[in-house]
């Protein structure tokens, strides 16, 4: 009975639109309420679900974003890309793409690119003659590249969950990320050639050369970071508050962007964020303990197992899981879940447990842009000024792009295990 109380209030929650943190805990407190545990378990368990060492990446490179972005980091990013591919055909969604590449690997969430480069870019296209309803759609899927490549907070959580190295999980996802980007260039300029988008002249080595260097110091944030993990001189947490002092010291004192009076204001922002993300970890600690306790994993892996022990139709099952739960649930609360008990089915059958991370991270950040609740959907279609189904329509080649490479990683275990055991066994 408890069980099914915790089911349908969770539901219910997501049903009304109450928000994801919320509503685990309301569920989570229900179930104890109805099981007689003592309600004293709710914050013992939400503080061990956030006392966790790694956990600080999520503050610092939050942090370390929001400098970057308030220091000019944007401007400069997009200028630099649009000098590298925006001679090509449809060149501004190509360097619509290549920016959050780019910034992805600086900012680690999806939403802040979003919102960064959908900020600048979308009117930009709408100006240059792009319908409103593929930039927003270009923007919005480009966005979910950003926490693959490295860093990224989906991967902080899944190391703090499964005790799998947080520096392995960013070099797992720099391949993939890199090819999601580059497939959906690919994606993008074939719809430019076909609907006949407009094209800007090639601006030449110079202009090339002086974005380069213009942009010199926000892209080299990203190797300071690979670089700290690599060396080993510096642990996840350590590196992303050298990235936030790296971060204040480019924008303050190198662009001059960024202005003293304002590091207050996006420090308190970014506490916000990270006391966000916190809460709705601790809630969903809570969550995933309940269901631990009634062995609601194991009752996933037997159901699986029962219909097949083949490894790549498991991996199928899981992709599919996986895409549906991405629909309707936040990546974080996912991942907290649902990580753990689908990661010991994977083992079951064979599966390398980074290996399984990095497509099981990839997978969720596909459905931030699958409605209804594609979070970056509607960050972008609130920019574009549009309604929902036109930019979901619009985005339709982009998800089945991103799902061609999905596949790719979950089959073809090199994509994510290589650069890991090359760099770091």
């Given at each position: ?338 990580f753990v008990p689908l990661l010991t089915l994977s083992q079951s059958v064979g599966v390398d447990p980074l290996h399984f991370a990095t497509f099981a991270v990839l997978n969720l950040m596909i459905g931030l842009t699958t409605p209804p609740v594609g979070v970056c959907l509607f960050v972008c279609a609130n920019i574009a000024r549009l309604p929902l189904t036109p930019v979901v329509r619009a985005i339709a080649p982009f998800l089945l792009t991103n799902m061609i490479v999905l596949l790719l990683v979950s089959y073809v275990p090199a994509f994510a295990t290589w650069l890991p055991s090359l760099l770091l066994d």
């Amino acid at each position: 009975m408890s069980l099914f109380i915790l089911i349908f209030v969770f539901v219910a929650g997501l049903g009304l639109g109450v928000p994801v943190a919320v509503t685990l805990g309301i569920a989570s407190m229900a179930y104890l309420l109805t099981a007689g545990i003592p309600l004293v378990v709710m914050p013992q368990k939400m503080y061990a679900g956030i006392d966790v060492f790694v956990l600080l990446c999520i503050p610092g490179f939050i942090l370390a974003g929001n400098l970057m972005n308030s220091g000019g980091i944007t401007e400069r990013i997009i200028r630099f890309a649009n000098a590298l591919v925006g001679w090509a055909r449809g060149g501004l969604g190509l360097t619509n793409i290549a920016g959050s590449m780019l910034f992805g690997g600086i900012s680690g969430t999806a939403v802040a690119d979003a919102a960064s480069i959908g900020g600048m870019m979308i009117p930009g296209m709408k100006k240059a003659g792009y319908p409103a309803d593929f930039s927003a759609a270009v923007t919005a899927a480009s966005s979910t590249v950003g926490p693959i490549i490295p860093p990224s907070v989906p991967m902080i959580i899944v190391g703090a969950l499964s005790g799998i190295s947080v520096s392995k999980m960013f070099l797992a996802g720099a391949i993939p990320g890199i090819l999601m980007g580059l497939a959906m260039m690919v994606t993008a300029y074939l719809i430019a050639v076909r609907r006949g988008f407009p094209r800007q002249p090639w601006q030449g080595l110079g202009e090339l050369a002086r974005s380069f260097f213009s942009a010199f110091w926000a892209i080299a944030m990203t190797a300071l970071i690979i670089g700290g993990l690599l060396s080993g001189l510096a642990t996840p947490t350590e590196t992303a508050i050298v990235a936030s002092l790296y971060a204040f010291a480019v924008g303050a004192f190198i662009y001059r962007d960024l202005p003293i009076r304002a590091v207050p204001r996006i420090v308190i922002d970014s506490a916000v964020s990270s006391a966000a993300i916190l809460v709705l970890i601790g809630f969903a600690n809570v969550f995933g303990w309940i269901l631990v306790s009634e062995r609601i994993p194991q009752a996933i892996a037997t159901a699986v197992l029962s219909i097949t022990d083949n490894k790549y139709l498991v991996i199928l099952l899981i992709n599919i899981l996986l895409l549906f739960v991405g629909m309707f649930m936040e990546t974080i609360a996912a991942l907290i879940i649902l990580f753990v008990p689908l990661l010991t089915l994977s083992q079951s059958v064979g599966v390398d447990p980074l290996h399984f991370a990095t497509f099981a991270v990839l997978n969720l950040m596909i459905g931030l842009t699958t409605p209804p609740v594609g979070v970056c959907l509607f960050v972008c279609a609130n920019i574009a000024r549009l309604p929902l189904t036109p930019v979901v329509r619009a985005i339709a080649p982009f998800l089945l792009t991103n799902m061609i490479v999905l596949l790719l990683v979950s089959y073809v275990p090199a994509f994510a295990t290589w650069l890991p055991s090359l760099l770091l066994d």
